[in-house]
């Protein structure tokens, strides 16, 4: 019976794509965004109707991952079909997008090292795909992500991470890049945030990976910061503290650009917000978490001035992970909305709430 049910499932037959007229986003607050994982998913309508949501929802804003391994196998052999479609479909929803770019290719790496291992000599290589890519999306994507959290070991390769040789890399992308496209914003990768203690082989302070950034002479070769800003167990407006993990924490990195003289540059949080798995011990309970997630946006808007953008992680992934990672999200794979989803849009259109007043205690 199961395998007759699945074979059916199967035979259905793909949802037909219908592009129509262009869309525009209706929202209360131009800031609000989210971080989509559509890098992955397989069918074109799903990523429409994914991104139709975000801009239902009323968020302008999305980050995407476009991962340099994908596109080009095989050196100088680009295979742009796949973000062509993301972009296209973004664009039509009136949504902007903010591009992470890392991933390295098996040519561009040593045997037996992971895809995020990216020595110097190929740093020319990945350079030379921002720039490809800046070229092609002039006009569609604004802003793009160089690398991704550099001070993980496991985002650089599992090797310790090493701000001056981020450093070195963010800037020959960064002058690639403009010559490519001279009006694309290349932003610096949005650190994890931290407390490793120094020597760690897991990772670095993001505060004191970002002032050994500057020291390297990467304050001039970005235009924007990225930052990572996850609030844990902590409400929005916990003030920042340099040995805890929290939202505000964002302005601590704010503080230290202004500083070394960047304290105008644009910040974009590209990921961020709360998690509300029963049995992690960071989460909080949903109801917590959707006001904490709507305050975050409001405060954004309201106090941080240097701030363009809030982008919570992640909007849907194409399949769970049955893991807390699935507590993170505002749909489910098969695309229903969770209250998370529901208040936020109600919040984005200044509608009343659901959730939220009819039952405080978040036991739905």
Not at 66 to 90: C, M, Q, V
Not at 287 to 312: F, G, H, S
């Amino acid at each position: 019976m199961l395998i007759a049910v699945l074979a059916t499932l199967n035979a259905l037959p793909r949802r037909l794509v219908i592009m129509g007229p262009p869309h525009t986003v209706r929202t209360g607050n131009p800031k609000l965004g989210v971080h989509t994982r559509l890098t992955d998913e397989v069918e074109e309508w799903k990523i429409q109707e994914s991104l139709a949501m975000v801009r239902e929802m009323g968020a302008p804003w999305i980050v995407e991952y476009f991962p340099w391994g994908y596109y080009e196998p095989t050196k100088g052999n680009i295979d742009w079909s796949r973000p062509d479609l993301i972009i296209r479909h973004a664009r039509h929803q009136g949504l902007r997008v903010i591009a992470r770019i890392d991933f390295v290719p098996e040519w561009a790496r040593p045997p037996e090292t992971t895809f995020r291992y990216l020595d110097r000599e190929h740093f020319a290589d990945y350079a030379e795909f921002v720039a490809a890519f800046a070229a092609r999306y002039r006009g569609e994507v604004e802003h793009i992500v160089v690398w991704n959290e550099p001070n993980l070991a496991f985002e650089w390769g599992y090797r310790l991470p090493d701000p001056e040789a981020y450093a070195e890399l963010l800037c020959l992308t960064y002058r690639m890049a403009k010559e490519a496209n001279s009006e694309v914003q290349i932003l610096a990768a949005g650190m994890a945030p931290t407390l490793a203690p120094p020597g760690s082989e897991w990772g670095m302070d993001d505060l004191i990976f970002l002032e050994r950034l500057y020291e390297a002479g990467g304050g001039a070769c970005f235009d924007g910061m990225a930052i990572h800003a996850y609030g844990l167990t902590f409400p929005p407006e916990e003030p920042p503290d340099p040995q805890e993990i929290n939202f505000r924490r964002a302005e601590l990195v704010h503080e230290l650009m202004a500083r070394y003289g960047d304290g105008d540059k644009p910040c974009y949080i590209t990921e961020g917000g709360w998690n509300d798995h029963p049995r992690w011990t960071k989460a909080v309970r949903p109801y917590q978490r959707i006001e904490y997630t709507i305050r975050a946006y409001e405060w954004a808007q309201r106090e941080w001035d240097w701030c363009e953008a809030v982008a919570m992680w992640a909007f849907r992934y194409p399949w769970p992970h049955k893991s807390y990672q699935d507590h993170f999200t505002f749909v489910t794979p098969e695309f229903i909305p969770k209250p998370i989803y529901v208040e936020v849009r109600h919040y984005a259109h200044g509608e009343p709430y659901e959730y939220l007043e009819s039952d405080p205690t978040g036991l739905w």
